[in-house]
C-alpha cells in the first residue's frame, strides 16, 4: 500500500467535488464514505437528500468556529491505494484502515474527542481518499508532523496484518525529484534535464574528481555553473549553492539550489568528509600507474563488501560511484553514453542510511582521482580490465544492499549493470579478438597443458569452459601467466574464488580479464604475432603445491 498526502489546500468543498465527480477519464465509480469522524456524516453518494454543501459545511463547522485561527490551508487529504495484485477489500476493512492511518498521523487520534473532523470517500476497489479539516475540537491545529512517514509506517504494519503485497520502501536518502515547475520550464526551454538534475551531475562529478574542497568550487565554476559560498562569521565554509549560467526566474535572478537540495550527499559538510584525506595516509601502490592502481582497487571493492563492516562497505560503495563519475571523462567516446547512463542510475545506490567511513576507502579515491591527471590508457586491455571490475562490483553492491532490504538501491545498482555490461563488451571486442587468435596459434600440446589446469582447478565447470568460444583467448593468458612464472592452476582456482560464475554469459570470458588482473598481464596486446611460448609445464609435486590446488 502506499499513501499519497497533497500539499494542504483551503477549500473543502473543491476536493470533495472532485472526489464525487467522475474523474479525470470517468474513472470514479460509485462515490460514497466508508467511515467518517463521527460515523454519522451525510453522503451524498449514497444518501439522496444529502449534498456537498452539508458535507463541507459539517467538515469545516471548526474551522469556521477558530475565525482567524485556523490555517489557512486547512484541508489535509491524503489518497491510500492498494496494489494491483491485492485482494478486493469490503468497504469494513478500507474504513479500519483509514482510522489506523489517522491515528498514526496525529490527525484523528483513536479514541481523542477532540480529534479533527474527517471521512474517508472510496469511489475505485483499490483505493480510498481521507478529506479531513486540521482545526481540532479544542480550536488548536492538530500534531501531524512527518505525516507522510507515520503513514508510511503505519502501512507497512498494515501490509503485514492483512496479508497485503509488502510495497518496497525508501529511505529518505534518494535526490530529490525535480518540480513539475521545474520540468515544464526545462520542456519549454528544448532541455532533456531540469537545471537541478544537470546541476546534481556537475557537483558529483567535482566531487569525484577534486582532491580538496577549493578545487571542487574551481572545477564547478570551470564547468560554466554559477557558485556562491556562505561563510560562518569566523571565516570557514558554511555552505554553497549553484545555479546554472542563463537560468533565471521570473525576476530575471540566478534559480539557486543549495547543495542538500540537490542530493542528501552532496552538502557542504558531507563533501568535506569525503575530501579531506585522512591524517598520515598512505599513498598506496603510487609507483603503479594510476589506471592499473584504479583497477586493483576496484578489483577488491567485492571482497570488502563481503565482510560485516556496513560502515566500511557503505565507504566502498560511495568510492565505486565516484569511479563511475569520472570514468565516462576518460574513457573513449564510442563508450561515453552507456558509462553515463551506468553513473546516472548507480547515484541512488550510492547512498543508504549507514554512514560511510570514508577513510576505509581513501586509496580507491586517490586511484580514482589520479586517472584524470594520467592520459588514458592506449591498451584496450587495460580499459577492459577495469570494465570487468566495475561490472563486478556493482553486481556486489547489488547484492550488499539486497542484504540490508535497501531495496531502492539494489534495484539501482543493477540497473546501472545493465549499461556497464554494454560498454565492457564493446570494450572487450577488439582486444579479445586479438588474444583469441593468438590462442588458435597455440601448439597443441601447449593448449592441451591449459586445458588440463582448467580441469585441476575448475573440475565442475571446465567441460562448459572448454567448449565456449571463448576458450582460445582463455588458453592463451593461461600461456602468458606461465610464462610470467605463475602456476596456471592456482591462479585460475584464485580467479573463481569469491566471485559468481554462474550467471556469466561466457565463463572463459570472464576467467580471461579476471587472469590479467591478477597476473597484471595488462601490457600492450598487438597482433604481430603469437605470444611467447612457455617450455611445457610439468608440476613438481611439492607440498606447498598440493595445498595450492
Not at 500539499?7 to 464525487?20: A, C, D, E, I, M
Amino acid at each position: 500500500m502506499i499513501a499519497n498526502i497533497v500539499k494542504p489546500g483551503h477549500k473543502t468543498r473543491g476536493v470533495l467535488n472532485y472526489l464525487y465527480g467522475p474523474g479525470r477519464a470517468n474513472e470514479h465509480t460509485d462515490p460514497h464514505i466508508v467511515a467518517s469522524f463521527d460515523g454519522f456524516a451525510p453522503d451524498p453518494g449514497r444518501d439522496p437528500d444529502a449534498t456537498f454543501a452539508q458535507l463541507a459545511d459539517v467538515l469545516d463547522l471548526r474551522v469556521k468556529q477558530a475565525g482567524s485561527k485556523a490555517l489557512k490551508n486547512h484541508v489535509w487529504h491524503c489518497s491510500i491505494r492498494a496494489a494491483p495484485e491485492d485482494r478486493h477489500m469490503s468497504d469494513a476493512k478500507w474504513a479500519a484502515i483509514a482510522r489506523r492511518v489517522l491515528d498514526a498521523t496525529g490527525i484523528a487520534p483513536d479514541s481523542d474527542p477532540d480529534a479533527c473532523r474527517w471521512v474517508a470517500v472510496r469511489h475505485a476497489d483499490d483505493h480510498i481518499h481521507i478529506v479531513a479539516t486540521k482545526v481540532r475540537g479544542d480550536l488548536r491545529p492538530p500534531r501531524n508532523w512527518n505525516d507522510f512517514l507515520r503513514a508510511d509506517k503505519e502501512l507497512e504494519a498494515i501490509e503485514k496484518a492483512y496479508g497485503l503485497r509488502q510495497v518496497p520502501r525508501g529511505d529518505r536518502t534518494a535526490a530529490k525529484r525535480p518540480t513539475r515547475t521545474e520540468q515544464e520550464k526545462a520542456r519549454r526551454t528544448g532541455n532533456a534535464r531540469t537545471s537541478r538534475e544537470h546541476l546534481r551531475t556537475v557537483v558529483r562529478t567535482a566531487v569525484s574528481a577534486a582532491t580538496d574542497t577549493e578545487e571542487f568550487f574551481r572545477l564547478v565554476e570551470g564547468s560554466g555553473a554559477l557558485v556562491e559560498i556562505q561563510y560562518f562569521p569566523s571565516g570557514d565554509v558554511r555552505g554553497y549553492k549553484v545555479a546554472l549560467d542563463g537560468d533565471t526566474n521570473a525576476r530575471g535572478q540566478p534559480v539557486w539550489f543549495s547543495g542538500s537540495t540537490l542530493a542528501p550527499d552532496l552538502s557542504y559538510p558531507k563533501i568535506a568528509d569525503r575530501l579531506t584525506a585522512p591524517e598520515a595516509a598512505p599513498k598506496e601502490g603510487t609507483g603503479f600507474p594510476a589506471w592499473r592502481r584504479l583497477t586493483v582497487a576496484i578489483d577488491q571493492i567485492p571482497d570488502h563488501l563481503s565482510n560485516d563492516d556496513a560502515e566500511a562497505g557503505q565507504a566502498h560503495v560511495t568510492v565505486l560511484a565516484e569511479a563511475l563519475d569520472v570514468l565516462p571523462l576518460s574513457a573513449p567516446t564510442s563508450l561515453r553514453s552507456e558509462l553515463l547512463q551506468a553513473a546516472t542510475l548507480f547515484e541512488r545506490a550510492s547512498r543508504s542510511r549507514i554512514r560511510a567511513q570514508h577513510q576505509q576507502a581513501h586509496a580507491t579515491r586517490q586511484a580514482v582521482k589520479a586517472i584524470l591527471r594520467e592520459p588514458a590508457p592506449k591498451d584496450g586491455v587495460l580499459l577492459t580490465v577495469l570494465l570487468d571490475a566495475v561490472l563486478l562490483a556493482a553486481v556486489a553492491a547489488q547484492h550488499w544492499h539486497r542484504a540490508r532490504s535497501h531495496t531502492q538501491q539494489a534495484k539501482a545498482a543493477s540497473q546501472a549493470a545493465v549499461h556497464l555490461r554494454t560498454a565492457y563488451k564493446a570494450a572487450a571486442t577488439a582486444p579479445l579478438a586479438v588474444i583469441h587468435q593468438r590462442g588458435t596459434q597455440l601448439p597443441e600440446w601447449l593448449r592441451h597443458q591449459q586445458a588440463n589446469a582448467v580441469r585441476r582447478a575448475l573440475p565442475e565447470q571446465a567441460e562448459q569452459i572448454l567448449t565456449e568460444t571463448g576458450w582460445p583467448a582463455l588458453a592463451a593468458t593461461l600461456a602468458q601467466a606461465g610464462s610470467a612464472g605463475h602456476n596456471p592452476t592456482a591462479l585460475l582456482a584464485q580467479a573463481a574464488h569469491g566471485r559468481e560464475l554462474d550467471t556469466a554469459t561466457s565463463v572463459s570470458e570472464v576467467l580471461t580479464w579476471r587472469l590479467h588482473r591478477l597476473a597484471d598481464l595488462n601490457q600492450r596486446i598487438t597482433s604481430r604475432g603469437p605470444a611467447p611460448q612457455p617450455a611445457p609445464y610439468r608440476p613438481v609435486h611439492t607440498d606447498q603445491q598440493r595445498r595450492t590446488r
